[in-house]
C-alpha cells in the first residue's frame, strides 16, 4: 500500500512538472517573440521535440533541458518550477530618485523609449529584444551581463564609458564598490568577441575607462 501511494505521489509529482514546463517554455518563447522555428535553431534543439515540450508529452534530458535553457537565458530551475506570474523590471537608471524627509525614494516611471531593431556592427548583429549577438550565422555564449555590457557600449559607439557610469548602467550601483568587476567582465567579454572577430572591438582608454569606436 505504502509503495503503491509512493509510486502514485511520483506520477503525480512528474505530472506536474511537465506542465510547468510546458506552460513556462511556451510563455518565455512568446515573451521573446520567438517562433518555435526560430527558437528550436537558436537552442539547437529540433523543432518536433520543442513542440513536446510546450504540448506537455516530452520527457527530456538534462542535455536537452540545458540547451532549452540556455536558449531562453533562465535557469532550468525557472522551467520546471511553478509558473511565475509576470513582472517588469526596472533598471537603476530608469527610476526618478528624490527625497522625502531622510527617505529617498524611487518613483517607477514608464520604461523610456529604447532602440529595439537589430544592431549590426563589424560582422555582429545584436538583437535587444531577444538578446542574441550573432556573427555570421554562429550565436556568441553571452552572458546576461556580458550582453548588457555590449548592448551600453555599442548603443553608445564612439562615446568613453568610465567605469563609474557602466557600474551604474548594468549594475545599478551609484557608488564604486572597490572592485575591479568592470574590468573582469569586460576583459571576458573581450576574449568572447576576438574569437569572432578579426580586430578588438572594445577600446581601452587608460585612465578613463572604454568605448567602441
Not at 42 to 61: F, K
Not at 99 to 104: P, T
Not at 133 to 150: A, I, Y
Not at 160 to 184: A, C, H, K, M, S
Amino acid at each position: 500500500m505504502a509503495n503503491a501511494m509512493a509510486k502514485c505521489y511520483q506520477d503525480n509529482r512528474m505530472d506536474d512538472e511537465r506542465a510547468n514546463l510546458a506552460h513556462n517554455v511556451r510563455r518565455l518563447r512568446e515573451a521573446r517573440g520567438l517562433s518555435q522555428q526560430r527558437i528550436s535553431q537558436l537552442s539547437r534543439v529540433p523543432r518536433p521535440t520543442w513542440a513536446s515540450l510546450e504540448s506537455g508529452a516530452a520527457n527530456p534530458t538534462l542535455s536537452v533541458l540545458s540547451r532549452v535553457a540556455a536558449g531562453l537565458q533562465v535557469s532550468i530551475e525557472e522551467l520546471i518550477g511553478p509558473p511565475r506570474s509576470a513582472v517588469q523590471l526596472f533598471r537603476a537608471g530608469e527610476i526618478r530618485e528624490r527625497k522625502r524627509g531622510g527617505a529617498r525614494l524611487r518613483a517607477l516611471l514608464r520604461r523610456p523609449s529604447r532602440r529595439m531593431d537589430p544592431i549590426r556592427i563589424d560582422g555582429l548583429e545584436i538583437d535587444p529584444v531577444h538578446r542574441v549577438v550573432l556573427s555570421g550565422s554562429e550565436r556568441l555564449d553571452l552572458t546576461r551581463t556580458e550582453f548588457d555590457l555590449l548592448l551600453a557600449l555599442i548603443e553608445r559607439r564612439g562615446e568613453i564609458l568610465n567605469r563609474q557610469l557602466l557600474l551604474e548602467l548594468i549594475w545599478g550601483y551609484r557608488f564604486d564598490p572597490g572592485t575591479n568587476i568592470v574590468d573582469v567582465h569586460v576583459n571576458r567579454l573581450r576574449r568572447k568577441l576576438d574569437g569572432a572577430l578579426a580586430h578588438e572591438l572594445i577600446r581601452t582608454v587608460r585612465g578613463v575607462g572604454y568605448v567602441v569606436d
